[in-house]
C-alpha cells in the first residue's frame, strides 16, 4: 500500500490547522474508505488525543469504527511512521502551532503540506514567510520528501469576495501556490464537525465550497 504523509500546518496557532487535520482524518477515514492515523505532535497539549478520548466517551468505543490517534515526539514520531508506513493510506501529522525544533524535524517527513489562513495582515504576511521557508529550506532541498505545499482560505466569507480574490492574485504573482477551494467560515465546523469519530453526513457539504470539495483537492494533489 502506497502511504502518504501530510499535514494541515502554520507557523503560529489560530489558523485552524487542528480542526482542518481532525476534519480530514475523519472524512478520509469514513467518507472515502481511506486507512489513516492522525499523529498528534503538539506537546505538551496534545489536544487531538485528548479530543479523542472525549469522543469515546461520548460515544462510545463499540459504536462505529474507528482510526487510530498516536501521540508523538520528535523522538517516538519515526518509529510510529515506521508502525504505520505500508498499512495507511495517509498519515496525517498535527504540529504545534509554532515553527520550532519539533516542527521543523517533523516537517522532514512529511510530503505534502496544506497551510490554512485568513483575511488578516498579520496572518498574511506570517503565511508567505512559513512557505518562503518552506520553499528554501524543504522544497529547494534535492533529497526533500516534501513534494508540494499549498495555501488555502481558511474561513472564507462570500461577503469578503472580492478582498479575497485581491489576496489571491498577490500570491499567486508572487509565485506562491494557491489551492482552488477554500474552507468556509462556519461555526459548524469547529462546534459539530470537529470530532474524531463522526464524519460529516453524506447530504451535507457537497456545494460549490463545500468541505467536500476542499477534501477532494487534497486527495487529488496527494496523488503526486
Known amino acids: 500500500m502506497e502511504t502518504k504523509i501530510i499535514s494541515c500546518t502554520g507557523e503560529k496557532g489560530g489558523c485552524g490547522k487542528t480542526t482542518l487535520n481532525i476534519i480530514l482524518a475523519t472524512n478520509l477515514f469514513h467518507l472515502y474508505g481511506k486507512k489513516v492515523v ?4 503538539d506537546n505538551p497539549q496534545y489536544s487531538v488525543y485528548k479530543k479523542r ?16 490517534v498516536e501521540r508523538a515526539t520528535i523522538h517516538t514520531l519515526e518509529p510510529l511512521i515506521k508502525k504505520y508506513y505500508g498499512t495507511m493510506d495517509f498519515i ?6 509554532n515553527l520550532n525544533e519539533e516542527m521543523v524535524r517533523g516537517l522532514l517527513y512529511v510530503e505534502h ?8 495582515e498579520l496572518e498574511i504576511d506570517s503565511t508567505a514567510v512559513f512557505y518562503k521557508t518552506l520553499r528554501k529550506n524543504f ?6 520528501v516534501l513534494r508540494s505545499v499549498n495555501l488555502f482560505f481558511n474561513r472564507y466569507e462570500l461577503v469578503k469576495v472580492n478582498k479575497f480574490n485581491a489576496v489571491r492574485r498577490t500570491l499567486a504573482s508572487a509565485g506562491m501556490p494557491m489551492m482552488r477551494q477554500v474552507v468556509m467560515e462556519r461555526t459548524i465546523y469547529r462546534e ?3 470530532n474524531t ?5 453524506s447530504s451535507k457539504e457537497n456545494g460549490e465550497r463545500g468541505l467536500k470539495r476542499f477534501m477532494e483537492e487534497v486527495l487529488e494533489i496527494s496523488k503526486n
Do not use: H, S, W
Open 38 to 41: 492522525l499523529i498528534d505532535m
Open 53 to 68: 478520548k472525549r469522543d469515546l466517551t461520548q460515544i462510545g468505543a463499540t459504536e462505529t469504527k474507528f482510526f487510530p
Open 92 to 97: 496525517i501529522i498535527d504540529f504545534p502551532g
Open 113 to 120: 503540506i496544506f497551510i490554512p489562513f485568513f483575511l488578516d
Open 139 to 144: 522544497l529547494g532541498n534535492d533529497d526533500r
Open 192 to 194: 459539530k464537525y470537529r
Open 197 to 201: 469519530l463522526v464524519p460529516i453526513p
